[in-house]
């Protein structure tokens, strides 16, 4: 298989803070040679999708180099108010004790930041122009001190009439927008779908605020909205049973209370399974995001408009089986709060329902429905549980990532001019923790002030888990699994899966560039697959030939990559690049996939971190008529660290191919 050549990548790879310029071919590792009982392919055909690099050792006796002493860095930023929640500017670092545990720590950063005057605010910095065909999942950070702020439609938790109520408020808002103000617009339904890029234009935003018309959720229990409560099947049987205690039943029949029981346990059951989809979605979308901005500098505020749900759903006590409703998903919360906090994002919730009363006081519920006294009772109760819980889970995210939660208010335009107010007036804190161990426990922080009447908003504390090393349960599970190791893969294969989902915004924990070009000139096809190529399998919408082959070329900003080291000095990695092509639908029709492990001795490494980066190559086909596009993604192994781009095709169909590059006499 043809290599990347270095200088390819060095040109525009500076461009985006990357080096390139002694890149590190993945599939010809340096001092690479085959182990004893490996068997190697032929010169001529393609790397395998598992090719292993094994490295000389370190001459025996020779000191290892010191590459860098790593510490843990725990960042905290707080925003100060005063008694009518205005900013507090000109504090200094001797004004603030900060304890994790109760226990003091040093201050080891301090940095104050203001929201820049409309004088200060420069457009938003381009990406640099990149030549034709060749793409980055980089994104440009905002100039200076600028905030950026996400709004999170949620379509999934919310009803559409309530929907609709946040479209206003959001227009409202965008009337009185502070110029240059960075603002990017995603939506949520069953994923995360990105609808307007970062922009300081109010029009552009007003435009797509204004095509949001409403969508509804199937497994929300009031899609629509209003006032008017669910009233369940069991429900209606135990309101039957008030009326006309033991008509139309058997004597040897069940009994109306084994019925109601019966139906209630079912109903409970099913709502979980809802409530358990619902959470899920929302947090894998959380995640995405954590990802998407883990790579812009500073604080980003995520204004999230949502009706809210609760992460834990206690027992019932209103009959049938009192543990069919249970559902507690506060590990899959855990491991969203550890990704948001690290990427530096701060929730500001909004319960778009604005402020609510239970709607067994609406006038269209008089009558006959209430007239049993325990059913008027039974549906308040549930009201204010449902309440209590999904408010809870609100406050306890905008605290646990230093933000605010927003609820029983119907200034939704307010809340959002409030939320990037407060996102644009902090301070930062930094410490190393005495305790430095990563012991999985969760450390409480707290921040105080010497000066006495002002407010103080920041995040309650973390958990001290390493980064580097993934979870150890399955992926949507809170039990522990038997083998880590087999857990790890599990996971990663599902981060993975999500991060490579057509429209899903792209993962910048690792950046990568990626060179996309036709194999051959326009109107050049072929009736086979290129090697390796997976179409026409389970799950995947049939293609047929003809087909147009296209050169994928990555380049990897390799300090996003974590290795390990072993005894003889070695440096060790593994890397996964993928390829899967999407029909306009969101239809999978063809992928390609390749594992490679890497081995380095430690004189190289040196040299790859300070001078080098990571190529790779591989070839894709996709059906010669017809509109695709081409998502590609680039897995660490070792941390399940992501990075993902979608490219349509039509962007490099008619760029001519690249030329062949003269290859040595094989040896």
């Given at each position: ?392 889970t609100m406050a306890t995210m905008a605290s646990d990532t230093g933000g605010q939660a927003f609820f029983n208010t119907n200034g939704l335009s307010q809340a959002v ?89 792209g993962s910048t924990q690792i950046v990568y560039t990626v060179r996309v070009l036709p194999d051959a000139a326009p109107g050049v096809t072929e009736n086979d697959l ?17 087909y147009r082959r296209y050169r994928v070329d990555f380049g990897v900003d390799p300090s996003n990559i974590v290795f390990t080291t072993t005894p003889d000095g070695v ?97």
């Open positions: 298989m043809k290599t990347v050549p270095a200088a390819l990548f060095a040109g525009f790879a500076l461009t985006l803070g990357l080096s390139f310029p002694a890149c590190l071919d993945a599939q010809n590792p340096p001092s690479a040679q085959p182990a004893p009982s490996a068997s190697t392919a032929p010169a001529a055909s393609t790397a395998p999708p598992a090719s292993t690099a094994s490295a000389a050792q370190t001459p025996a006796g020779a000191p290892l180099p010191t590459l860098q002493a790593r510490a843990k860095l725990v960042i905290v930023d707080v925003v100060v108010t005063d008694g009518n929640h205005h900013a507090i500017h000109g504090l200094k670092k001797d004004q603030f004790t900060l304890l994790e545990d109760r226990k003091p720590e040093t201050i080891k950063a301090f940095e104050e930041h203001s929201a820049p005057t409309a004088a200060e605010l420069a457009k938003y910095p381009p990406l640099p122009k990149l030549p034709p065909g060749i793409f980055s999942n980089y994104v440009p950070a905002p100039s200076g001190d600028r905030p950026v702020n996400v709004l999170l439609l949620d379509a999934l938790n919310t009803p559409i009439s309530d929907q609709q109520y946040v479209r206003s408020q959001l227009l409202d808002y965008l009337k009185h927008e502070q110029p240059g103000t960075s603002i990017a617009i995603f939506g949520l339904s069953s994923q995360l779908v990105m609808l307007q890029g970062f922009t300081s234009d109010p029009n552009q935003l007003r435009q797509v605020v204004e095509k949001q018309g409403g969508k509804g959720s199937i497994i929300l229990d009031n899609t629509v909205g209003g006032e008017a409560p669910t009233e369940a099947l069991s429900d209606q049987v135990a309101d039957l049973q008030q009326q006309s205690p033991g008509a139309g039943l058997q004597n040897t029949g069940p009994t109306y209370s084994d019925i109601v029981s019966n139906l209630k346990t079912f109903e409970d059951m099913q709502q979980t399974f809802e409530y358990r989809l619902r959470i899920q979605y929302t947090l894998d979308a959380m995640n995405e995001l954590a990802r998407y901005l883990s790579n812009i500098p500073g604080r980003k505020n995520l204004i999230w408009f949502s009706g809210s749900f609760p992460l834990n759903i206690l027992p019932t006590a209103e009959g049938g089986d009192p543990f069919a409703s249970q559902l507690n998903m506060e590990h899959e919360y855990h491991e969203t709060t550890n990704l948001l906090v690290r990427a530096q994002v701060a929730v500001y919730p909004v319960d778009a329902r604005g402020l609510q009363t239970s709607p067994v006081f609406n006038a269209a519920n008089a009558g006959s429905r209430y007239s049993n006294p325990s059913a008027f009772t039974r549906d308040v109760n549930r009201f204010n549980q449902a309440n209590v819980a999904e408010h809870q001019s409030t939320a990037i107010e407060d996102g644009s007036n902090y301070y930062t804190l930094a410490y190393t923790p005495t305790d430095a161990r990563y012991k999985n426990d969760f450390r409480h922080i707290e921040v105080k002030l010497a000066a006495p009447g002002y407010s103080l908003s920041y995040r309650r504390g973390y958990y001290a888990d390493d980064p580097d090393t993934p979870g150890t349960t399955t992926a949507g599970s809170a039990t522990p699994a038997p083998d880590a190791a087999n857990a790890d893969a599990l996971i990663g294969e599902s981060l993975m899966q999500k991060a490579m989902q057509h429209g899903v915004p290129a090697p390796n190529n997976v179409a026409n399998g389970q799950g995947f919408s049939p293609i047929k030939p003809p440096y060790h990695g593994a890397i996964d690049f993928d390829c899967f092509l999407y029909d306009p639908d969101g239809r999978v029709l063809n992928s390609v996939s390749n594992k490679i492990s890497l081995a380095l001795p430690a004189a190289r490494y040196l040299s790859m971190m300070k001078t080098g980066g990571i190529t790779f190559h591989q070839e894709i086909s996709a059906p010669a008529k017809g509109d695709t596009s081409l998502r590609t993604g680039v897995h660490d192994l070792t941390s399940n660290h992501i990075g993902s781009a979608e490219i349509p095709l039509s962007l490099v169909k008619n760029l001519p191919p690249l030329p062949v590059q003269p290859q040595p006499p094989a040896k």
